[in-house]
């Protein structure tokens, strides 16, 4: 799920981000800024996941650790995908070192022990994109329309789905 889509005031709501830390104004527009999206609200979300992920509260705890537990078979590769994404500039994959492009089993391990924090953060920042659109499909629900769920209309090369799972597609070298 796009964490990006996460309403701010939510994680306000949850106490997971202070009031005082919301940008003065977010204006609705017809069109998404994308730069303030990733300068202003990614950090946000960021730090909103980060508290979450180090709660020391057992509601929070044991929720992130059955979402999880629930989401294993793909979670923690795409948490890891996103911490490494991010370490290596954004860059695509296969433009990291090999041993990390290639999944190398050590590789793997290193990275996830070296970046543990990090991807907790990033499993936080899914289960409370997991959250906003389980909520949203409640309310949908209550007024008569089901959400059958998203199908993408690609998956993009450098995603976590082509990392972890290459066998899956058909990919064409990068270039």
């Given at each position: 799920?796009?964490p990006l ?15 005082a ?11 998404i800024?994308?730069k303030?999206?990733?300068a202003?609200?990614k ?17 929070w705890?044991s929720?992130?650790?059955?979402f999880?537990k ?28 090999s041993?990390?492009a290639?999944r ?9 022990r ?8 990033q ?5 409370l ?5 389980q ?5 949908a629900?209550?007024r008569g ?14 995603s ?5 799972r290459?066998?899956?597609?058909a ?5």
């Amino acid at each position: 799920m796009e964490p990006l889509l996460v309403d701010l005031h939510d994680l306000v709501t949850l106490d997971l981000l202070r009031p005082a830390e919301l940008p003065a104004e977010v204006v609705a527009e017809p069109r998404i800024d994308y730069k303030w999206v990733m300068a202003v609200k990614k950090p946000l979300l960021e730090r909103a996941a980060s508290r979450l992920a180090s709660s020391e509260e057992s509601f929070w705890r044991s929720e992130l650790s059955n979402f999880r537990k629930r989401q294993g078979d793909w979670l923690e590769d795409a948490a890891l995908f996103f911490s490494l994404h991010e370490r290596h500039g954004n860059r695509p994959f296969w433009e990291w070192e090999s041993a990390l492009a290639g999944r190398q089993p050590r590789a793997l391990r290193d990275a996830r022990r070296e970046r543990k924090g990090e991807i907790a953060t990033q499993a936080a920042l899914q289960l409370l994109a997991d959250r906003q659109c389980q909520a949203l499909r409640a309310h949908a629900l209550t007024r008569g329309v089901a959400l059958i769920g998203d199908m993408p209309l690609y998956v993009a090369r450098d995603s976590a789905d082509c990392w972890a799972r290459p066998e899956l597609f058909a990919l064409a070298s990068p270039g």
